[in-house]
C-alpha cells in the first residue's frame, strides 16, 4: 500500500503515523480572498499529479494563541483559504468504517482542527476514521447582516456554518475512498464546535450529512439577523469603514478585521454567559428557525446524541475576572440579579449554598459563582436539549466529567475543555500533562471515554464493556454517565442545582436564541 487516495480534485498521498495513515491540509472548500468573502464555499480546485498531503493546511486568520490553549507544534500560519482538512484511517481499503468528524471550538473566532490536542491517531487506531478540520472564523466566517446578502443563495451570514456543511459534504462524497463508511458519519464538537453541532441539528440543510452527534459543553447558540447587524455595524464602527456593506468592509485586511473583533469581543457583554462577540443567526439559508424552535416544531431528525458538560465549565474563564479574588456572597446574588429576577436570584444562590454544603463541598462565594455560571450557561441547556430531543423519541445519552486538573493546585477543578485530551487520547502528550494529570487513573479514563464514543459511532448506543449499561435519558431517571476520579452511571447529579431553575422559572441559557 502507498498511501495514495483518490479525491475529486485530484490524488492525494498521506504519510503512515503508527497502525494508521494521515492525511494533513486537503481542500474540501475553496474560498478566493479577493471576492470570496462573506459568500458560501467553492468546489475546491483541482490539481495535476499525487498532491502531498504530508504537512498542515492553513489555519482561520485569528488573534494569536491564548497560552494553555494550544500546544507546542500547532500550525500558525494563516490564510483567509483556510478550508482543509485531516484524516486519520487504519486503511485505505473498502471496509467501510465508522467515521467521527471533529468540529472544534473557539468561541467561533480562533481555533483549528490540526491542534496535537486533536490528533486523530488513537482513536482511529480503534478501527474508525478520524476527521479535522478548518472552518472560517471571527468575522471573515460569522459577520451577519442584510448588506453582506449574498444574491445567489440568499445567504447574509453563518459563513463559517455553510463551510462545516462543505466538509460533511465532502466527506459523504470522499470517505468511502479513505476506508471509511459515508452511511454511518458521527460529527462531535466542544464548545462553539458542539454549538455548531446543535445548530445543524435544526438545519434540512444537514439532512443525511451524519447519522450520529456528540455535543461537548455547547448547547444551541443562534442569533437573529437584526442581533448579527447590531455586531456587524459595530464592528464597521471599530474600522471605521463606513456603513456595512461588501465594497467598505472588502478593504479592511484580515489581521484588521481580527483586531476589530478582539476590541468587539471586550465590548460586548456576557449576557449571563461568555461574551461572543458573533454567533451563528437565524438567516432563512443555513439555519430558517433556531434548534429549539426546529426540535419544538419535530421539523429535527430522529438523530441520537450524545451530550454533556464539565463540573466546573466556568472556572477557567472567570479566573481572567478582576472582581473574583473580592467577591462574597451579596455579590454573587447581585450579579445573578442581572440575568433572573431578585427572588429567583435569592433563592437560586441558597439553593447552590445548601446542596453544596450538604455533599461537603466548598460554598466560598468564587466556587458558587463558578458553580451557578457552569450550570447556567453549560449544563442546563444542555440537559434541556436532552430533554427536547427524547421528548421527540430520538435518544439522548448524557453525560457529565468531573475529573479534577492538578494544574495550579488544583483551582480550577473540571474546567472548559479538560475533557478533549480524554476522548482523544492525547493525555499521553507530555504538552497536555501539566492540565490532565497523568498515570494510570488519567490513562484509564481516557481509555472508558474512548471506548464510548466509539461505540456510539458504531451503533447509537455509548453502552459498552468499558462503562458498562448506559439508558438513554429521561425525565423520570435522568441517566447520567460520570466521567471523573469515581466513575459510573448516576441517576440526575446535581439534581438539587437541576430543581431550582424550575421552580423559580428562570432559564438558564448559554446557548439562548439572541434576539
Known amino acids: 500500500m502507498d498511501g495514495v487516495a483518490s479525491t475529486a480534485a485530484g490524488l492525494v498521498r498521506g504519510d503512515r503515523q503508527g497502525r494508521t495513515w494521515v492525511f494533513r491540509g486537503i481542500p474540501y472548500a475553496r474560498v478566493d480572498p479577493r471576492g ?3 459568500r458560501p464555499p467553492e468546489r475546491p480546485a483541482r490539481w495535476t499529479g499525487v498532491r502531498d498531503a504530508g504537512s498542515w493546511g492553513p489555519i482561520a486568520p485569528q488573534s494569536p494563541p491564548v497560552p494553555g490553549l ?8 494563516a490564510d483567509e483559504d483556510c478550508l482543509n482538512l485531516n484524516v486519520w484511517t487504519p486503511g485505505l481499503d473498502d471496509r467501510r468504517r465508522p467515521v467521527l468528524v471533529w468540529h472544534h471550538g473557539g468561541g467561533f473566532t480562533t481555533g483549528t482542527g490540526a491542534s496535537a490536542l486533536f490528533e486523530g491517531r488513537h482513536l482511529a487506531g480503534h478501527d474508525a476514521v478520524v476527521v479535522t478540520f478548518n472552518y472560517r472564523l471571527g468575522a471573515l466566517g460569522f459577520l451577519a447582516h442584510p448588506g453582506l446578502a449574498e444574491p445567489e443563495s440568499g445567504a447574509c451570514g453563518n459563513w463559517g456554518l455553510l463551510d462545516q456543511l462543505a466538509a460533511l459534504r465532502w466527506v459523504r462524497e470522499h470517505i468511502g475512498g479513505f476506508g471509511g463508511d459515508p452511511d454511518n458519519v458521527t460529527v462531535f464538537g466542544e464548545s462553539a464546535g458542539a454549538m455548531s453541532i446543535a445548530d445543524l441539528l435544526g438545519s434540512s440543510a444537514a439532512d443525511g450529512l451524519f447519522r450520529r452527534a456528540v455535543l461537548q459543553s455547547g448547547p444551541p447558540a443562534t442569533g437573529t439577523v437584526e442581533w448579527g447587524a447590531r455586531r456587524a455595524e459595530r464592528l464597521a464602527a471599530l474600522l471605521d469603514v463606513g456603513p456595512v456593506e461588501r465594497g467598505s468592509l472588502a478593504r479592511a485586511t484580515a489581521d484588521e478585521l481580527v483586531a476589530a473583533t478582539r476590541q468587539l469581543a471586550a465590548q460586548v457583554p456576557g449576557d ?12 432563512g439559508v443555513a439555519l430558517t428557525r433556531s434548534p429549539e424552535q426546529a426540535m419544538a416544531d419535530h421539523l429535527t431528525p430522529r438523530v441520537p446524541v450524545l451530550i454533556g458538560a464539565n463540573r466546573d465549565e466556568a472556572a477557567l474563564y472567570l479566573a481572567l475576572d478582576p472582581a473574583m479574588p473580592s467577591l462574597d456572597v451579596p455579590a454573587v446574588v447581585g450579579r445573578l440579579a442581572r440575568f433572573v429576577s431578585p427572588a429567583a436570584a435569592d433563592a437560586v444562590v441558597d439553593a447552590y449554598v445548601g446542596a453544596r454544603a450538604a455533599r461537603g463541598e466548598s460554598i466560598a462565594a468564587r466556587d458558587l459563582w463558578v458553580a451557578i455560571v457552569s450550570d447556567y450557561v453549560f449544563r442546563l441547556p444542555s440537559i434541556h436539549l436532552a430533554e427536547t430531543h427524547a421528548a421527540h423519541d430520538a435518544p439522548a445519552f448524557s453525560y457529565a466529567f468531573t475529573w479534577e486538573s492538578p494544574f495550579l ?3 480550577f477543578g473540571s474546567p472548559h475543555g479538560l475533557e478533549i485530551p480524554f476522548v482523544f487520547g492525547t493525555v499521553a502528550n507530555p504538552a497536555v500533562h501539566a492540565f490532565t494529570g497523568g498515570g494510570e487513573d488519567a490513562f484509564a479514563l481516557s481509555v472508558r471515554m474512548q471506548q464510548a464514543w466509539l461505540a456510539f459511532a458504531r451503533t447509537g448506543d455509548p453502552a459498552c464493556d468499558a462503562v458498562g449499561d448506559w439508558p438513554a435519558y429521561d425525565t423520570g431517571g435522568r441517566s447520567t ?8 452511571l448516576e441517576a440526575d447529579p446535581r439534581g438539587a442545582e437541576r430543581a431550582i431553575w424550575d421552580e423559580v422559572d428562570a432559564h438558564p441559557g448559554g446557548g439562548h436564541h439572541h434576539e
Open 409 to 411: 493546585g488544583g483551582v
Open 481 to 488: 454517565m460520570v466521567f471523573g476520579a469515581a466513575s459510573g
Open 36 to 38: 470570496g468573502r462573506w
Open 70 to 77: 494550544s500546544l507546542p507544534g500547532d500550525p500558525l500560519d
Open 272 to 283: 449571563g454567559g461568555l461574551p461572543l462577540p458573533f454567533l451563528p443567526v437565524v438567516d
